[in-house]
T-cell receptor
Framework: DAKTTQPPSMDCAEGRAANLPCNHS???????VYWYRQIHSQGPQYIIH???NNETNEMASLIITEDRKSSTLILPHATLRDTAVYYC????????????FGTGTRLQVTL | DSGVTQTPKHLITATGQRVTLRCSPR?????VYWYQQSLDQGLQFLIQ???????AKGNILERFSAQQFPDLHSELNLSSLELGDSALYFC??????????????FGEGSWLTVV
């Protein structure tokens, strides 16, 4: 599975968009990009996933570059409750047992 | 609320003891996963069951075992506990065995402290 690189931490003002980058330059053609988040000591929460097209749901948007070597998770209007560690994971579909979480990005949303 | 239920939420026990952690998956989910999260290791996959059968194994110690029952709930048994086993143990579930056509949903975890 491709490795991912994320900044260790980011700050965002409440009400502003939070843009969380992820680098996955070794991604293969059959690997998806998944985003999860973990609010302090709670279970990881699924946010969104995509293969090559941009995706949007009620929680966030996922922008994947054309070469698929990087992606950005966008929380359009961050709130204090979005403060969490965000994990970008690249994985081949059908291999959920290999879902491994790295160190992620700690997003701090402030007033 | 993900729909995955774990008990107990907190557990303190002594070294050498044995404990059982319980997980009820979301209604309709056939696949159950166990993860361990400790401060220095991050979230580590332990084992997966699908419809009662072991599906995949991760870095699970021989002192640990798991099973999934006919009603689909699962138990993780931890024996001969050591201080280093202190961690947050998560259960997750999904509908399909791959967990990727449908997403994986995590429970709130069981805090185990070994003293």
């Amino acid at each position: 599975d491709a490795k991912t690189t994320q900044p260790p931490s980011m700050d965002c003002a409440e009400g502003r968009a939070a843009n969380l980058p992820c680098n996955h330059s070794t991604i293969s053609g059959n690997e998806y990009v998944y985003w999860y988040r973990q609010i302090h000591s709670q279970g990881p929460q699924y946010i969104i996933h995509g293969l090559k097209n941009n995706e949007t749901n009620e929680m966030a948007s996922l922008i994947i570059t054309e070469d698929r070597k990087s992606s950005t998770l966008i929380l359009p209007h961050a709130t204090l409750r979005d403060t969490a560690v965000y994990y970008c994971i690249v994985i081949v579909t059908g291999t959920a047992s290999k879902l491994t979480f790295g160190t992620g990005t700690r997003l701090q949303v402030t007033l | 609320d993900s729909g995955v239920t774990q008990t107990p939420k907190h557990l303190i026990t002594a070294t050498g003891q044995r404990v059982t952690l319980r997980c009820s998956p979301r209604s309709g989910d056939l696949s159950v996963y166990w993860y361990q999260q400790s401060l220095d290791q991050g979230l580590q996959f332990l084992i997966q069951y699908y419809n009662g059968e072991e599906r995949a194994k991760g870095n699970i110690l021989e002192r640990f075992s798991a099973q999934q029952f006919p009603d689909l709930h699962s138990e993780l048994n931890l024996s001969s506990l050591e201080l280093g086993d202190s961690a947050l143990y998560f259960c997750a579930s999904s509908v399909d065995p791959s967990g990727m056509r449908n997403t994986i949903y995590f429970g709130e975890g069981s805090w185990l402290t070994v003293v």
